[in-house]
C-alpha cells in the first residue's frame, strides 16, 4: 500500500472507476427479507457449484487488473463472505497489492468469532461492516429469515472491535412497517462507542424481493427521527464516490451515516463496480447483465487481455438507474439479485 492510484479510466459519463465490490460466493446462512427471501432461496434454490466460483488465484489476478485502471478500494462481500474457506489466505493476498488502500469485508457477523476477526486483521484487512437491522431479537429473527437473536451480532461487533478495527461499521436496511421503530435504538446503541451505523433505504435490488415504494422510509425520515433525540451536524465526504451521507451529533458522541439510494439517488458521483463470485463484471447494482471475465481467465487470457475487456465496459457504461428510477419509476426488467452482487 502507499502506492499513487493508477491513472483512472472514465465511463461516458466521466465517472471514474475506483472501488470494486467482489463477491466470494453467493451462499449465505442468513435469509433476510430484503435480499434472500426463505421462500424463493429455499431448501431446491441451486446455489453455484464450487468449480463455477472464481479461485483465490483468478480473484488476485481479476483485482490487479482493476488497480492498474485506477482502483484503490476493494470490498469482499457475498453472499456471506465469512462462508469462504481460507479466508484470510485470500486477504493476505488482496493486501500485498500494490494500490490497494482500502481493503474491507461485509459479513452478516454471524461467523465472525475473535479466532476469525483476529486472524482477517492479521492478514491485513482494513475494515469491517456488520450487518445489523434491529436491536430488539423478534424483529431482527423475522428479518433475518433463521431465528438468529441480536447479542450473536453484537458480539461479532465486539470482536472486530477487540481485534483492531475501528471504527467498525453497521449497516441497517430499513424497511417501512418492519424496523423504522429500531432507528433511534440503534443510534442510541452506538453513540459513544465509536462505532458508524448507516441507515440504508429499502432497495428494488433483484426481482425476488417484493419492493414497493410505499415500504421505503426516507433518509430525511430517518434523520429527523434521530435528530429529534440528538441534533445532528453534516460532515463532509471522506473521498469522492462515497455513498453515505455522514452526519456527526452536535454533542461529540458520533457519527451515522444514511445511503439514500431512493431519495436522493448518487449515481452522478458512482465509482463502482462489482465483480461476482462466478466472475462476472456488473457496472451497477441494479444491473441485469454482466460481462464474463471467467470464461477468458480460463482459457488462456493475459492480463492485458483482461484489462481490455474491463476498460472496455467501462468506458461505455451509462448506467444510472436510481436517477432514472426517480424521473420514470422502478424498472421491471429481471435485474440480478443482490446476494449475486454483493450489495
Not at 486472524?119 to 433475518?144: E, K, Y
Not at 418492519?178 to 448507516?198: P, S, Y
Not at 429527523?224 to 440528538?230: E, L, P, Q, V, Y
Not at 445511503?259 to 458512482?270: L, M, R, V
Amino acid at each position: 500500500m502507499g502506492r499513487a492510484p493508477s491513472p483512472a479510466v472514465l465511463d461516458r459519463l466521466s465517472r471514474p472507476l475506483r472501488d470494486v465490490r467482489i463477491s466470494l460466493t453467493d451462499r449465505c446462512n442468513f435469509r433476510c427479507q430484503y435480499c434472500m427471501p426463505r421462500e424463493v432461496f429455499g431448501p431446491g434454490f441451486r446455489f453455484l457449484p464450487t468449480a463455477e466460483l472464481l479461485t483465490f488465484d483468478e480473484i488476485e489476478r481479476l483485482a490487479r487488473v482493476f488497480v492498474s485502471l485506477g482502483v484503490d478500494k476493494v470490498r469482499l462481500t457475498g453472499g456471506e463472505p465469512l462462508l469462504r474457506p481460507r479466508l484470510p489466505e485470500l486477504v493476505a493476498r488482496l493486501a500485498r497489492i500494490p494500490g490497494v488502500e482500502d481493503l474491507a469485508l461485509t459479513t452478516n457477523g454471524f461467523l465472525l468469532t475473535p479466532e476469525r476477526a483476529s486472524a482477517l486483521r492479521a492478514a491485513g484487512l482494513g475494515r469491517v461492516t456488520v450487518s445489523l437491522d434491529a436491536l430488539d431479537d423478534a424483529t431482527f429473527a423475522s428479518l433475518n429469515g433463521v431465528g438468529v437473536g441480536v447479542e450473536r451480532i453484537l458480539a461479532a461487533v465486539r470482536a472486530a472491535a477487540e481485534a483492531g478495527f475501528s471504527p467498525v461499521k453497521l449497516n441497517a436496511v430499513v424497511k417501512r412497517g418492519v424496523n423504522e421503530h429500531a432507528v433511534v435504538d440503534l443510534a442510541g446503541r452506538f453513540r459513544h462507542t465509536g462505532h458508524v451505523v448507516r441507515f440504508i433505504e429499502y432497495m428494488d435490488v433483484g426481482s425476488t424481493n417484493g419492493w414497493r415504494f410505499e415500504d421505503v422510509v426516507p433518509a430525511r425520515e430517518i434523520l429527523d427521527r434521530i435528530a429529534a433525540r440528538w441534533p445532528l451536524v453534516p460532515v463532509a465526504p471522506a473521498r469522492p464516490g462515497e455513498v453515505a451521507r455522514r452526519y456527526r451529533y452536535a454533542d461529540g458522541a458520533g457519527e451515522i451515516g444514511v445511503i439514500a439510494s431512493i431519495t436522493q439517488p448518487f449515481c452522478h458521483g458512482c465509482t463502482r463496480a462489482r465483480l461476482s463470485a462466478d466472475g462476472r463484471l456488473y457496472t451497477c447494482l441494479f444491473a441485469a447483465e454482466g460481462l464474463d471475465l471467467r470464461t477468458p481467465l480460463r482459457q488462456g487470457a493475459d492480463d492485458g487481455e483482461i484489462r481490455r475487456l474491463v476498460a472496455g465496459v467501462w468506458r461505455l457504461r451509462i448506467d444510472r438507474y436510481s436517477e432514472e428510477r426517480a424521473e420514470q419509476g422502478p424498472s421491471r426488467a429481471n435485474k440480478v439479485e443482490m446476494s449475486r452482487l454483493g450489495g
